[in-house]
């Protein structure tokens, strides 16, 4: 079955391993996947990332370490898609949101790469809003 938003999965399967308290999750491997895993490492909302290829079906997946407190609450706390396919949703660098008081990080595709939404400000680039993350 092919997957209409893989942006939604890779999210959704982050959302659906951090309330079951998982210690890693897989994902497919996609190049968009792949630097959105690099955002959550750097800006501290998963542990690490790992690359894996399947040696049977020649296939990539992504392996995300999830990180926890100390009391077992996971440091990620939501995900939010905010473009998709059937409402892309564009933004200028003076139009990306900020919430939770700096804490969350919305996640930016450039036409210089993606990155977080404050890089993107740094950088006075605008472009497809990708998600929310707090």
């Given at each position: 079955?092919?997957?209409?938003?893989?942006?939604a999965?890779?999210?959704?399967?982050?959302?659906?391993?951090?309330?079951?308290?998982?210690?890693?999750?897989?994902?497919?491997?996609?190049?968009?996947?792949?630097?959105?895993?690099?955002?959550?490492?750097?800006?501290?909302?998963?542990?690490?990332?790992?690359?894996?290829?399947?040696?049977?079906?020649?296939?990539?997946?992504?392996?995300?370490?999830?990180?926890?407190?100390?009391?077992r609450?996971?440091?990620?706390?939501?995900?939010?898609?905010?473009?998709?396919?059937?409402?892309?949703?564009?933004?200028?660098?003076?139009?990306?949101?900020?919430?939770?008081?700096?804490?969350?990080?919305?996640?930016?595709?450039?036409?210089?790469?993606?990155?977080?939404?404050?890089?993107?400000?740094?950088?006075?680039?605008?472009?497809?809003?990708l998600?929310?993350?707090?």
């Open positions: 079955m092919a997957i209409s938003d893989p942006i999965d890779f999210l959704t399967r982050i959302r659906n391993s951090t309330r079951a308290e998982h210690r890693y999750v897989d994902v497919s491997w996609s190049k968009m996947n792949q630097n959105i895993a690099e955002i959550l490492v750097g800006q501290g909302f998963v542990e690490s990332y790992l690359m894996k290829v399947d040696d049977k079906t020649k296939r990539g997946t992504i392996r995300l370490f999830l990180k926890y407190t100390a009391q609450r996971p440091v990620l706390q939501g995900l939010r898609r905010m473009s998709r396919p059937g409402l892309r949703r564009y933004v200028s660098h003076l139009d990306i949101p900020k919430f939770y008081g700096g804490m969350g990080v919305s996640i930016v595709s450039t036409s210089q790469g993606v990155m977080a939404g404050a890089e993107a400000c740094k950088r006075k680039i605008g472009g497809e809003l998600c929310m993350v707090w």
